[in-house]
């Protein structure tokens, strides 16, 4: 189903939580990116994101909603610019592989969780080469569940799951790590409304705890429960909305 549009309940959830610390967590100046054959993704784009700041990224399809957030994960890198996650510049980073396993969770459209292993073990999986050993991951996996209400859950296979669940799992697993930036792309557009409604309160709940929070989404109704909402249009902020007041 299509994303849903929520009531004013979710919005008291989400946001609010608090005072947001100014310090920049990520920074992206003058960025451009082109892909081959000329495509231009996004065009001198300019970003700062607060930490424990939650963040809609809003825009028609094929604005660079998900260019940006592929930029700020690390998973591509621009074409010229910088792109500055904890005052750190991805472009000169050259162990990316442990950034994105450190300081980001990702949380896509489909959850990618591997269906032939337990709720349980797709959440310790990412943990395996931590310092963690076998009983502190799997301790860790049953917390994290628990927190996203799946705590009786964890023996299933992801197959005996409905689709929030499943993606309830995934949020689990992008937390694993202890990551201090959630990056979510389109986290509820094959969700209905009860599963997307649940999705956006656990996110309030990240962010409370101290995670700085980014969402691509194209729906408004959720890009008004964040804190802020950044519009795309043709690969360049056009405008800048602050949500709440709390």
Known sequence: MSEATLGPSTSSL????GAIEQAPVIELRDVVKRYRGGVLALDRLDLVIAKREF???SGPSGCGKSTLLHLIAALDGPTSGT?????????????LSYFRRRDVGLVFQLHNLLPRISV???????????HLNNRARHQRAKELLEEVDLGGRGNRLPTQLSGGERQRVAIARALAN?????????PTGNLDAESARRIMELFGRVRSDGVTVVMVTHDEALA???DRTDRIEAGRIVSSTRNHSG
Request: aromatic share 2%.
């Open 120 to 130: 349980l073990a797709n959440v310790e999986i990412v943990m395996y080469g931590t």
């Open 178 to 186: 202890e990551p201090g930036i959630l990056l979510a792309d389109e």
């Open 83 to 95: 792109v500055l996650v904890n005052g750190h510049d991805l472009t000169k980073m050259h162990d």
């Open 55 to 57: 963040v809609a990224i």
């Open 14 to 17: 989400v946001a609010g939580q």
């Open 224 to 226: 008004a429960l964040a």
